[in-house]
Structures are given as C-alpha cells and as structure tokens.
C-alpha cells in the first residue's frame, strides 16, 4: 500500500509569491490534515479536511488556504509569502469515521527568500 | 496552559537501559493518544497509539494512559542507539477532534 505522497519535495519562494502544496493520502483515506513545523514552534495545526470539506483549521492567517478533491488529494495554498513561512510542511492521512490514526508523508522544505 | 506539553530533552539514557518519556495534555476529554518518532531530516512516523486507561505494550515500547492524570508516557525497554530521535506526543482535542502535538522530546541513546 503506497503511503502519504506530497510534492515537491524542495521550494523556493521569494516574498510575495505564491506557492501550493499537493499532498495525496494512502488509499481509502479520507481525512487530510496539514501541519507547519519549524525548530521554534514545533508541529502547529493548519487545518483538516474531510470529504472535500474542512473539519477544522488552526490559528494561522487567511493567505493560508486548503482544498481537498473528490478523490481525497488535497492541497494546500499560501499566498504574499513572507520570510517567516520558512518551515516544513507536513500533510498526514487518516482513514476517519473514528479511525484516526495519522500517517505522515514526507514533506515539503519551503523556503521563502 | 499549553495543550499538549512534554520535556524537551534532551534525555541521555545508557544503551540497554529504559527510556520513560512524559506527556500530559489540557483537554480532559481528550480520547486518542499517539506516539510519533521523528528522526533529524525526516517525517514523523506513528509508533504507538492508546485509548484506553492502562498499559499498552508493543514489542520493545509501551505506552502508558492515566487519563484521571491527564497525561501518557512512552517507556522504551532494552534502548538501542536506533532509538535516538525526537519524540512526539500527540492528542486528539475532544472538542473538535483535531490532533494536537507537542513539541518533542529529544532522546539520545548512549552506546
């Protein structure tokens, strides 16, 4: 069974682009959620979706956005980057519907310049 | 008061020995407890995971629940160098279902 796929793997940005995440979950996953994580502040929540919808969403500012597909693939959108949005972005999948173990893929190092 | 907090290390613990890494967590409701290892450069990888009050047990790690206490361990027996990584704790928030995780404990086994 593949596991949590996220592309790219590598991202260099200057400040005020735009970037997106794609992350595609292990099969027959439906819940996806994204995570920051950075030296300072650890794993910090950005938001989940369920079945095409967000379930929840973290404390992070509005250029942070999501999407999820039909086919559970979602992906993940900041816009007017700042030097500050520096960190690996993790996406992990869960089955849902009470299983909700996570499952990580590899990441994606953004770095803003 | 932080929702999920742990020590951040790091821990030194003599190969062979046990290794007992805390957690303890805000939500009294919680009901999903995980365990992530997350070695340097790498994604965090799911090694245990408890529901219930109690032990756990699964090969050389066995996860710890006192929900009373509101907070879980992770010991693992027989430390080999391969264990030295960080350690996440993580919970899943009873109120809107969302995993929370701290921010690690760094454990370095010492051949």
């Known amino acids: 069974k593949a596991g949590v796929t996220q592309t790219p793997r590598y991202l260099i940005k200057t400040r005020g682009q735009q970037v997106t995440l794609s992350c595609s979950p292990i099969?027959?996953?439906?819940?996806v959620s994204w995570y920051q994580q950075t030296p300072g502040q650890g794993l910090q929540f950005l938001f989940e979706?369920?079945?095409?919808?967000?379930?929840n969403k973290g404390n992070f500012p509005g250029r942070f956005s999501g999407r999820q597909f039909s086919n559970s693939r979602s992906e993940m959108n900041v816009s007017t980057l700042e030097l500050g949005d520096s960190a690996l972005y993790l996406c992990?999948?869960?089955f849902g519907g009470g299983d909700d173990r996570a499952f990580f893929g590899q990441g994606t190092r953004l770095t803003v310049v | 008061q932080k929702e999920v907090e742990q020590n951040s290390g790091p821990l030194s613990v003599p190969e062979g020995a046990i290794a007992s890494l805390n957690c303890t967590y805000s939500?009294?409701?919680?009901?999903?407890f995980f365990w992530y290892r997350q070695y340097s450069g790498k994604s965090p990888e799911l090694i245990m995971f408890?529901?219930?009050?109690g032990d756990k047990e699964d090969g050389r790690f066995t996860a710890q629940l006192n929900k009373a206490s509101q907070y879980v361990s992770l010991l693992i027996r027989d430390s080999q160098p391969s264990d030295s990584a960080t350690y996440l704790c993580?919970?899943?928030?009873?109120?809107?279902?969302?995993?929370?995780f701290g921010k690690g404990t760094r454990l370095h086994i010492l051949p």
């Open positions: 992990a999948s869960a």
């Open positions: 099969s027959g996953h439906r819940s």
């Open positions: 979706y369920f079945s095409e919808t967000q379930r």
């Open positions: 939500d009294r409701g919680s009901q999903s």
């Open positions: 408890i529901y219930s009050n």
């Open positions: 993580a919970v899943t928030l009873n109120r809107d279902d969302k995993i929370i």
